[in-house]
C-alpha cells in the first residue's frame, strides 16, 4: 500500500505492478515470458508478456494504463493474469489447455507508467529533473498548483504532455487538437508515434500480427469497435464487439462521427485491418475509486476466454 504527504491512497501502482510480474515469473516461469518494450523517458520498463508459444499462429494483443489516470485498468489485467494462470497450470483444467491451442495471448498491463505515476504522485513522481520541469510548467500553465490537488489525479498524457491515445497514425492529421501544445491530456504529439511508449505498442503490434486487439481504458461501461472499417472486417469487428457486450453487460457503441482520431485502436482498425476494440471499465469519473474493484473484475471474467476462444 502507497501513500504519499496526502496520506491519498496511490491505488495500483508501477511499484506493484513490478512486484506482481516478479511473482508471477518466480511460480510459472514456464507458462508467462516477460520482457521489455523499451523504457520511458523518465526510464520506466514497458513491460510485456506472452502467456503460450512465441510461434502460436493466433494472438491476441491486451493492454491497459496507456492514460495515466486509468491506472484501475493495468490492475484489472494483473488480476485476470492472475486467475488465468492458476486455471490453465495450478488446476491443469482441460478446457484452458484446448483453449490455448496454437494461440498465445500478449498483455502490456501499463502502456504509460510515466503518466500512471504522475496521477498518482503528481510532478513528485518523476525522477528526470528536466522531465519534472516540464510537469510542473504544464501545470502551472493549466492552474494545477497543489502539488497532490485534483489537477494531477486526472493527468492522461505521458510525462511529455502527450495524449498516447491520440498518438496513432489513424487520421491523425484530422484529430481535433484544442490545445496545441504539451498538456495534462488532449495533446495528440509532434506527428504519429512520436512517443516511445505509442511507437513501442505500435511496433509490437506489427510484429506479432495479432488477429485481435483490446484496449482497455476507463470509465463508461461502455465498448467501441467502429472506426471507418468495411466488409468483412467491419462484420468481424461487430461479432467481437457484440460478444464482449454479452460477457461484461457494457453497452456496444460506435458511430464513426462521434469517435476521436489517432487512438490505438482506430489505427489497428485502419491500418493493420484487425478486428479490434476499446473497452471502457467503470461507471464513475477517473481514477476509479478502489470500491469499484470488484465489481469490474466480475463484469470482464471471460473477456480473454472468448477472446482467443472466438478465433
Known sequence: MYKVSSDRFLGYTYENMQNDLGIFARIFPETIQIDSMGRTGDNRELYHFRIGSANAPKKVLIFGGIH??????????????????MKLCRTRCKEYEKIMEGKAIHIVPMANPDGVTISQMGAMGIKNPDLKSMVEEIAL????????????????????????????DALWENCEDAVQQPSRECYKGANPESETESRALAELTRQEGFLR??????SGAVIYWDFYQEGELRLNTWKFAKAMG???????????????????????????????LTIEIG???SPLPASSFGEIFMENRGVWEEALAGL
Open 68 to 85: 495515466g489516470r486509468e491506472y484501475m485498468t493495468s490492475q484489472l489485467l494483473m488480476e485476470q493474469t492472475t486467475e488465468f494462470l
Open 141 to 168: 500553465r493549466e492552474g494545477g498548483r497543489h502539488p497532490q490537488g485534483n489537477y494531477f489525479s486526472r493527468w492522461k498524457a505521458n510525462a511529455k504532455g502527450v495524449d498516447l491515445n491520440r498518438n496513432f
Open 213 to 218: 486487439t483490446i484496449s482497455y481504458h476507463s
Open 246 to 276: 454479452e460477457i461484461t453487460g457494457y453497452e456496444v457503441l460506435g458511430k464513426n462521427g462521434e469517435q476521436s482520431s489517432g487512438g490505438y485502436k482506430d489505427w489497428a482498425l485502419l491500418k493493420m485491418g484487425i478486428p479490434s
Open 283 to 285: 461507471r464513475l469519473e
